[in-house]
Nanobody, 122 residues
Framework: QVQLVESGGGLVQPGGSLRLSCAAS????????MAWYRQAPGKQRELVAT???????TYADSVKDRFTISRDNAKNTVYLQMNSLKPEDAAVYYC????????????????WGQGTQVTVSS
């Protein structure tokens, strides 16, 4: 069974940095787009950054020039390097991936991780 497992969240002071990781496990034929979302209390889940299989990236305006998304296709892992963190970046961060589970190319399915908490506070 395919799972996405995030790690790297925690408490950081404003201006600090964190690096989130999300590893996809299970039998996977191919992973297409991967992304990070976040959801703060009382707010809707929002897209933070995306990365294609080939490495093309997009970012929400609120995190441009501060966050960097990257991936290691050999490890089925996506990362989010977060610098210059602000209190408004505090949220649960979720990993998302479009992938083909199994051993042969078939239907692409969308998966979510369980989330990792990021707290930005002095």
């Amino acid at each position: 069974q395919v799972q996405l497992v995030e790690s790297g969240g925690g408490l950081v002071q404003p201006g600090g940095s964190l690096r989130l990781s999300c590893a996809a496990s299970g039998t996977i034929f191919s992973i297409n787009d991967m992304a990070w979302y976040r959801q703060a209390p009382g707010k809707q889940r929002e897209l933070v950054a995306t990365i294609s299989k080939g490495g093309s990236t997009t970012y929400a305006d609120s995190v441009k020039d501060r966050f960097t998304i990257s991936r290691d296709n050999a490890k089925n892992t996506v990362y989010l390097q977060m610098n210059s963190l602000k209190p408004e970046d505090a949220a649960v961060y979720y990993c998302n991936a479009d992938l083909q589970p199994g051993t042969i190319p078939w239907r692409t399915q969308n998966y979510w991780g369980q989330g990792t908490q990021v707290t930005v506070s002095s």
